[in-house]
T-cell receptor
Framework: NAGVTQTPKFRVLKTGQSMTLLCAQD?????MYWYRQDPGMGLRLIHY???????AKGEVPDGYNVSRLKKQNFLLGLESAAPSQTSVYFC?????????????FGPGTRLTVT | GQSLEQPSEVTAVEGAIVQINCTYQ??????LSWYQQHDGGAPTFLSY????GLEETGRFSSFLSRSDSYGYLLLQELQMKDSASYFC??????????FGKGTMLLVSP
């Protein structure tokens, strides 16, 4: 049982490049989330999904897109990276049927945009 | 909107008890959660208060008072491995979380 995994662990992009971050969970959770964490800050919600085929905006969605084509995967895309998107990105999952209040986090992706 | 305030840093010695406070301003939430994060690693869930009062989980306890817009995390019998950042977060619709900026706990021998 791997829990929540994220790919890649590290990435360096040049301004204007695009990339996709992959999150996968093997707990059959309905809900999935993408957060970003900047130095000295708490995590801020980018987008979330409450089931396969659904997505919704969080607190800081600008510059990001997401897709949830399969229940176990949640993709975060940056179409045209900007230095302001340098951050650590965490994916998380939870399930309304089981300890609905507890989110399980992945190890994070450290992204630098130069 | 939601905002949560926590002290930026707390220091304590091994074996001591420490309390990390969290005050919030929110228009409505389902509960108050606490997460631990070591050195920028994955945050891990510690505790959740849906109702006012104290919740105890081993060495950790958490408290919520909705009338005072206040909660705290209490860590007892501190160990070196408890050195980490601690975040309070309000739980909203679909279990989304709004986090405070975190409190760095430094435990010394």
């Amino acid at each position: 049982n791997a829990g929540v995994t994220q790919t890649p662990k590290f990435r360096v992009l040049k301004t204007g490049q695009s990339m996709t971050l992959l999150c996968a969970q093997d707990m059959n959770h309905e809900y999935m989330y993408w957060y970003r964490q900047d130095p000295g800050m708490g995590l801020r919600l980018i987008h979330y999904s409450v089931g396969e085929g659904t997505t919704a905006k969080g607190e800081v969605p600008d510059g990001y897109n997401v897709s949830r084509l399969k229940k176990q995967n949640f993709l975060l895309g940056l179409e045209s990276a900007a230095p302001s998107q340098t951050s650590v990105y965490f994916c998380a999952s939870s399930d309304p049927r089981d300890n609905y209040y507890e989110q399980y986090f992945g190890p994070g992706t450290r992204l630098t945009v130069t | 909107g939601q905002s949560l305030e926590q002290p930026s840093e707390v220091t304590a010695v091994e074996g001591a008890i420490v309390q990390i406070n969290c005050t919030y301003q929110t228009s409505g939430f389902y509960g108050l959660s606490w997460y631990q994060q070591h050195d920028g690693g994955a945050p891990t869930f510690l505790s959740y208060n849906a109702l006012d009062g104290l919740e105890e989980t081993g060495r950790f306890s958490s408290f919520l008072s909705r009338s005072d817009s206040y909660g705290y995390l209490l860590l007892q019998e501190l160990q070196m491995k408890d050195s980490a950042s601690y975040f309070c977060a309000v739980s909203l619709r679909y279990s989304t979380l709004t986090f405070g900026k975190g409190t760095m706990l430094l435990v010394s021998p």
